[in-house]
């Protein structure tokens, strides 16, 4: 049984990018799925007569969807004052890696994960960065600047003049600043691989070697599993809370994998992934850590038999 968006009018072909702009709006895997399935819900709501006057069905969906991201991001507000511990992205393996790791079946039908486009826009230290923006600036900027959209389509979702639409994306912008920097840095794969050895052999004078003194850590456990409810600041500091992690829990195997279309690493015990890590560098140390460990949003991480 197909998804709805399967359809033969025209409209199926839009699925792809709905999903990418919707990720990009609201961090979540899951929660832009939904946001795509209620639009096209509400296109084959419509009668069919109403349908065929709709000059273009793709930009009526982008219209749609991005009012639903508007009216989730408003709401996800309240949820995630009420969330445990820090709120992070939902992180994005890059599938084509873990079947050539994992021999995955190639033939399985993709699911929403595998329809995202790896680019520095969801990189985990550009998202973040989007976390700290209103809701109109958010989806203003990222229609914008990420997909080009013009602010006169823009208006129509926001229900804002074009004029302060372009404000919006000129205020989101500033506060991106130098988070735009290009996410593969010279480097940045080395680091991470002699992360995960000082990690692996305990070496925490490694560790704090290859750590900015003022990096810091943010672990996301939505009070599902054990991590730190605050960020660990100082790299002596997260040295130390890593080799601690690392004795409480014996048998978990780090693989290198790509996080965001970033170098990062992945913790599995038993073959199911338990932690994912995503790291920010920059003149050859980690400045950044987000470790992702709630199980719902490591979904997109299962082991594919």
Known sequence: MGSVGDGTDGTAGERRQLINVAYRLLGSVTEAEDAVQDAYARWYGLPRSRREEILSPGAWLTTVTGRICLDLLGSARA????????????????RTEWARADGADPTVPPDPADQIVLDESVAMAFLVVLESMTPAERVAFVLHDVFRYPFAEIAGVLGRTPAACKQLAASARRRVGAARAPV??????????????????????????????????TA????????????????????????????????????????????GLVAR???????VASFDVSDGRVTRVWVVRNPEKLRPWARED
């Open 79 to 94: 949820r995630r004052e009420r969330y445990v511990g820090a709120w992070l992205p939902e992180p994005l393996p890059d």
């Open 184 to 217: 593969t840095a010279t480097g940045q794969v080395d680091v991470v691989r002699h992360v995960k050895e000082a990690w692996q052999t305990k070496d925490i004078a490694a560790l704090v070697g290859l750590l900015d003194p003022t990096a810091v850590m």
């Open 220 to 263: 996301d456990g939505g009070g599902m599993v054990g991590t730190v409810l605050r960020p660990v600041e100082g790299g002596a500091r997260i040295a130390r809370y890593m080799v601690s992690v690392a004795d409480r829990a014996p048998g978990l195997e780090l693989l290198e994998r790509s996080v965001n279309g970033v170098p």
């Open 269 to 275: 015990r038993a073959g199911a992934v338990v932690t």
